[in-house]
């Protein structure tokens, strides 16, 4: 029987290239296929699903997903095994944001960089999760690339809630602590919004930080800020962030960086009005279904106004995010894995 | 009903109209990270900086759920370890610094043959 594995440089509980191997794992499994997924580095809460890369031993027949997000120099030894392989690529941050804030990771993402090339050359089919990343795996050297989107299951979201509920506008923000994702303009543009337009506003963050050190820094820039009601609540479980995306009134993504942004779709699923800086792969993935800030926070607290405020234009955003959600249907997407994998088998 | 495609528009006359009136005061000025990322190559300040190894006990830490004895026996025993890792420190840094001088010295006499001038050996 041939076996699927797949292989990441780090996998961790709540991130999103963990999140996607474990969704083609589902989709994998289903299809008939076996096959285990490893990983250069297993944080303790991604035990159940990942083992070490050191322990991946596969038959000649079989296909080896690489997903590419870093660097690590298991994922590097995996280029000379014989096996059939399969690149997905996520993207790389940018080393720049990360030298001040992380250098092993930064040094990750550098050679990441870096290898890239070597990587599409060693694969028999070269995928990427968005165009921008397509772009990027071009710029590589990488010929033929396709383009297979976030295996997105609604399914796990549960139904669409009943809207926001309770005390003031809530402002949410789903995303890695990481520099790229500029939550210092998120917390600048939110006290901007709670002074001028909503002084009960909330702001919640949700995601895991790079490291203590860089929590502990955005705390303080949270309090500089001069904004209350900010909460930086970490990973969540996927229950609390429904539960978070139920009770939101806007989502709010400034980052400056994006290989796809997941939380987009989470947004679209629960009609949440979206409210975004126009970088990196975000454009392509919202469309014409959200609102685009030109980076001054004035306007982007004046979005978040409208966003909240205006209820038709909340419904038409909402409406735009549903057709939008079409593009990227599990159905569709799971079409194009199984016809990514098969090509590369073949 | 505002669409999408003109908020941007909308959202900017607002901010600026009550920026005239003397709001959004607090918004203008560099955003607190943006002096933190390096958009291309280190800068020589910089990477003086980086050459200095030094291992500071709060980036010792544990990522399990209710680490903190962990992180705590990790500290101690970095402090068990201060002895070597100074010596290891002394000398990652002897090397870092040298060869930050060889390559600065090398940049001076690039330079220096660009602008069509001999380099003298150990210019300051």
Redesign the interface.
């Known amino acids: 029987m041939t076996a699927v594995h797949q292989a990441v440089a780090g996998a961790g509980p709540y991130d999103a290239v963990s999140q996607q191997a474990r969704a083609w794992r589902r989709l994998l499994t289903e299809s008939g296929y076996a096959g285990a997924d490893h990983a250069g580095q297993v944080d303790p809460g991604a035990r159940d699903g990942f083992r070490p890369l050191e322990q991946l031993e596969p038959q000649a027949q079989d296909l080896i997903v690489i997903r590419y997000s870093a660097w690590s120099p298991g994922l590097g030894r995996l280029l000379e095994r014989p096996q059939r392989k399969l690149l997905v690529y996520h993207n790389i941050t940018p080393p720049g944001y990360l030298w001040n804030h992380s250098p092993g990771l930064a040094v990750q993402c550098a050679v990441g960089r870096m290898q890239l090339p070597a990587f599409a050359r060693a694969a028999r089919v070269t995928t990427a999760d968005s165009e921008f990343n397509a772009g990027e795996l071009r710029h590589a050297g990488a010929d033929g690339v396709r383009v297979v989107p976030v295996l997105f299951d609604r399914d796990r979201l549960g139904p669409r809630g009943r809207g926001p509920v309770g005390d003031g506008p809530l402002v949410l923000v789903v995303g890695r602590l990481v520099p790229n994702k500029r939550h210092d303009r998120v917390f600048r543009a939110f006290a901007a919004y709670q002074r001028e337009c909503a002084p009960d506003a909330r702001l919640l963050c949700v995601g895991t930080a790079l490291n203590p050190r860089y929590a502990a820094l955005m705390q303080q820039l949270a309090d500089a800020s001069g904004a209350h009601h900010v909460q930086l609540a970490g990973g969540m479980a996927q229950d609390e962030l429904n539960a978070a995306y139920d009770d939101a009134d806007v989502l709010l993504t400034l980052s400056e960086h994006e290989g796809f942004c997941v939380p987009l779709l989470e947004a679209f699923h629960f009609g949440v009005p979206v409210v975004a800086a126009p970088a990196g792969a975000v454009p392509g993935v919202a469309g014409h279904a959200a609102l685009y800030t030109d980076g001054d926070p004035a306007v982007t607290a004046e979005l978040i106004d409208m966003a909240v405020r205006d209820s038709e234009l909340r419904e038409e955003l909402a409406r735009r995010g549903r057709e939008r959600l079409g593009q990227f249907a599990y159905e569709r997407t799971a079409d194009s894995v199984r016809e990514v994998v098969q090509e590369a088998l073949a | ?5 003109d ?2 528009e ?3 006359r ?2 600026e109209q ?2 005239a009136e003397g ?2 005061s ?2 203008a000025g560099a ?3 943006d002096a ?5 190559r ?1 800068p020589a300040e910089l990477l003086s900086e ?1 050459a200095v190894i030094e291992i500071e006990p ?2 010792v ?1 544990s ?3 209710g680490g903190a004895p962990l992180t705590a026996l990790k500290r101690l025993m970095l402090r068990l370890m201060r002895q070597h890792l100074v010596e290891l420190e002394a000398r990652q840094t002897r090397f870092n610094l040298g060869l930050l001088a060889s390559f600065q010295e090398l940049e001076r006499r690039v330079e220096a043959l660009e602008r069509g001038e001999q380099p003298r050996d150990g210019e300051e």
């Open positions: 009903m505002t669409r999408p495609e908020a941007q909308r959202a900017r607002a901010a009550k920026r709001r959004y607090e918004t955003d607190a990270l933190t990322i390096l958009g291309g280190a980086w709060d980036i830490y990522t399990r759920r």
